[in-house]
């Protein structure tokens, strides 16, 4: 079975642009998770969707934002993009409810701002 | 003050020796612990769930002290293959999201 699943792997943007990253679940898992992941440091939660709603969000400005598909894959949108979004970008599925259940990460979308 | 802190390392292991390293969270309502490991320009991939009464995966033994409120990571007979970056995640359910420390970096060397 195929895992998480984020696209595009690379990504190269200037300052002011707007950038949309998917993600696909793995099959069968309703909740997907948005991380961000600054060099040196450990992912920092943005966002969690559980079947198709908005379960938590993290400490980021309102540029982020998400959505979740009704067959649960993901966006994550960031407008006006700045210096500091440079970041790996990852997503994690779990078959259900985050707290209870494993979350399993995609390989990521390196975005890079220049 | 950070909600997970561990020691960023880098903890350089001669092969075959035995490393221990811990992690500290300061949210008492945290219920779940984790250890995920996270290679080079890679994803994190679960490593081993921390159980109360402890637990352990073949050469990984994994502790949670509720009480002095942290997470332990021990690797025995270190191998090349375990250098890696050890993430401690806790997760609140009320919060439900993943809080990662900022990692502990393992260099095992010949």
């Known amino acids: 079975d195929a895992g998480v699943t984020q696209s595009p792997t690379h990504l190269i943007k200037t300052r002011g642009q707007q950038v949309t990253l998917r993600c696909s679940p793995i099959?069968?898992?309703?909740?997907v998770s948005w991380y961000q992941q600054v060099l040196g440091q450990g992912p920092q939660f943005i966002f969690q969707?559980?079947?198709?709603?908005?379960?938590g969000r993290g400490n980021f400005p309102d540029r982020f934002s998400a959505r979740q598909f009704p067959n649960y894959s993901s966006e994550l949108n960031v407008n006006a993009l700045l210096l500091g979004d440079s970041a790996l970008y990852l997503c994690?599925?779990?078959?259900?409810?985050?707290?209870?259940?494993?979350?399993?990460f995609g390989p990521g979308t390196r975005l890079t701002v220049l | 003050r950070k909600e997970v802190e561990q020691d960023p390392g880098p903890f350089n292991v001669p092969e075959g020796a035995t490393v221990a390293f811990n992690c500290t969270y300061s949210?008492?309502?945290?219920?779940?612990f984790f250890w995920y490991r996270q290679d080079c320009r890679k994803e994190p991939k679960l490593l081993m769930s921390?159980?109360?009464s402890g637990n352990e995966d073949g050469r990984f033994t994994a502790q949670l002290n509720r009480a002095s409120q942290y997470i332990s990571l021990l690797i025995r007979d270190s191998k090349l293959s375990d250098s890696a970056t050890y993430l401690c995640?806790?997760?609140?359910?009320?919060?439900?999201?993943?809080?990662f420390g900022g990692g502990t970096r393992v260099l095992v060397k010949p």
């Open positions: 969707y559980y079947e198709k709603e908005e379960r």
């Open positions: 995640v806790v997760n609140r359910a009320a919060g439900n999201k993943l809080t």
């Open positions: 994690a599925s779990s078959l259900g409810a985050p707290s209870t259940d494993t979350q399993y």
């Open positions: 099959s069968g898992h309703k909740s």
């Open positions: 921390v159980y109360s």
């Open positions: 949210n008492s309502a945290s219920q779940s």
